[in-house]
């Protein structure tokens, strides 16, 4: 616990930081690398939630059911990789989340590009990616206190892949554009428009053929462990 709300509070004191002086202090805008910040920032929070799933994981039953679903959305990944942005593993890392809770909805998340991209190609996208389908895992958990029906749970994955899109284009905007104005941010994000569309078609799909079940299915192995939620 400690650990990860140092790894946060650096994420708040150097984001909040440089954003500061970068508009007290412009000339600051030439000396930083933007990208450099972003990769730094991204480690921060991953290794503050993976520090967290230390205290959160009771059992090594818990730790081996999250390799698990970590090893599951890698193998959906994978065989659709040459459809672009067709990526069912948002569908399984949202399930993950919504039963299992936001630690593990983001490990499993961040886990799943890591591993994944060893095959498909590793490369400063990895670290956007890891955070954004982590981010997917993590507020999938807040949606719990609802009974999602068939309809809901395709808005959501909709709602997802266009969410997935918008992270990871920020940090494709910050690691790779230049200069960094708002008519960059548009154009990266419209460059993207169709692989979005595909994403959210694909996440449709899953979620309305396999959604409810799937969620009924991990339901009933999450009542044979003692979970806890963080």
Request: hydrophobic residues 55%.
């Amino acid at each position: 616990m400690k650990k990860s709300r140092i790894c946060l509070s650096l994420v708040l004191l150097i984001g909040v930081g440089f954003a500061v002086c970068s508009v007290f202090f412009p000339v600051i805008n030439s000396l930083v690398s933007w990208g450099v910040l972003a990769i730094l920032l991204s480690v921060l929070i991953i290794l503050a939630f993976f520090f967290q799933f230390e205290s959160v994981a009771l059992s090594s039953k818990e730790i081996a059911l999250v390799s698990t679903l970590t090893a599951m959305s890698v193998v959906l990944r994978i065989p659709f990789s040459a459809v672009p942005s067709f990526q069912p593993c948002t569908f399984l890392i949202l399930c993950t989340g919504y039963v299992f809770g936001p630690v593990a909805g983001f490990m499993v998340g961040a886990m799943t590009p890591l591993i994944s991209n060893f095959l498909l190609g590793q490369g400063p996208w990895t670290l956007g990616q890891m955070l954004a389908w982590g981010m997917i895992g993590y507020f999938a958990a807040y949606l719990s206190r609802f009974k999602l029906s068939r309809r809901s749970l395709v808005s959501i994955g909709i709602i997802a892949a266009y969410g997935f899109g918008l992270l990871v284009n920020v940090y494709f905007w910050l690691y790779f554009a230049y200069p960094l104005t708002l008519n960059t941010l548009i154009l990266a994000q419209l460059a993207s428009f169709w692989f979005d569309a595909f994403h959210a078609i694909g996440n449709a799909v899953f979620f309305g053929l396999f959604g409810v079940k799937v969620i009924e299915i991990l339901k009933r192995y999450k009542r044979r462990f003692t979970w806890k939620y963080s």
